[in-house]
């Protein structure tokens, strides 16, 4: 199970990355145990350096650092760019791509495609995030929406050492919306199918570990309706990450 923590573009200052990020794993003293709960920390790319230097005695076993983006090139004179190996250099592990924020600031899914294959090809886990807007959802798109998505963004990919994707699952129109409009347990379970059955026609190749997780103003209260048996295989986890006493709640519920 995941549980992935999105901090966006917070906190403000290196201090408070740091406090943030011992904040919400250092009560995890029973996770030993529990291998199955992978905890992922993605701060902005400003933060990943001094977070990993300070805090690799947290980043292992259960608690993995993770960036919000990449470049879909590999190297080269792109100002303002950040690399795959970079990323890999100051111990990521995965990497959020598709994320709709970055969709709405123009990143397709050729774009998206280009990154995963570049995320890949540096041993980097993809967090691929896909969802269909409020419209879309209410012209009954949400299913073509998503294998749309999923076609174009896994076109082509070789799982070489990594054999293992990430696919998020964000609704547009819930995201930002804690305590509000969300969908209910039936529709995660039929989503997470459908999604799997796509996935398993686009990867025909053998041994590939996908996980189909929920994203969508997760909180501890709702945390439930959306992960356990038959349901999603974790959270992706936005506003509720920036609190770490509602973040450790997120992360008792869901393992309770």
């Keep these: 199970m995941f549980i992935i923590a999105n901090w966006k573009m917070n906190p403000e200052s290196a201090d408070k990355a740091l406090d943030l990020f011992a904040n919400e794993v250092k009560w995890l003293d029973?996770?030993?145990?529990?291998?199955?709960?992978?905890?992922?920390?993605?701060?902005?790319?400003?933060?990943?350096?001094?977070?990993?230097q300070q805090c690799q005695a947290y980043l292992s076993g259960n608690v993995f650092l993770g960036a919000q983006n990449l470049s879909e090139q590999e190297i080269g004179p792109y100002t303002g760019e950040v690399s795959a190996t970079m990323l890999k250099d100051v111990g990521c592990k995965y990497v959020i791509i598709g994320h709709s924020e970055r969709r709405k600031l123009g990143e397709d899914d050729f774009a998206i495609n280009r990154k995963i294959k570049i995320a890949l090809k540096a041993d980097l886990i993809p967090i691929l995030c896909i969802g269909e807007t409020k419209y879309q959802r209410k012209n009954n798109q949400t299913k073509n929406v998503i294998k749309r998505q999923l076609k174009i963004d896994l076109r082509n990919t070789q799982f070489n050492k990594t054999k293992e994707i990430v696919i998020a699952y964000e609704p547009i129109w819930a995201?930002?919306?804690?305590?509000?409009?969300?969908i209910g347990s039936d529709e995660?379970?039929?989503?997470k199918e459908f999604i799997k059955n796509i996935v398993s026609v686009i990867l025909v190749q053998k041994n590939i570990k996908v996980s189909v997780l929920y994203g969508g103003s997760v909180d501890s209260k709702n945390v439930n309706n959306f992960i356990?048996?038959?349901?999603?295989?974790?959270?992706?986890?936005?506003?509720?990450?920036?609190?770490?006493?509602?973040?450790?709640?997120?992360?008792?519920?869901?393992?309770?």
């Design 30 to 52: 029973w996770l030993p145990q529990n291998k199955k709960h992978k905890i992922i920390i993605c701060p902005p790319f400003i933060w990943l350096y001094p977070v990993w």
């Design 175 to 182: 995201i930002g919306k804690i305590g509000q409009e969300t």
């Design 188 to 191: 995660v379970f039929k989503i």
């Design 228 to 256: 356990g048996t038959k349901l999603m295989d974790g959270v992706l986890v936005g506003t509720s990450s920036l609190d770490h006493k509602e973040f450790i709640a997120i992360n008792k519920a869901a393992s309770s």
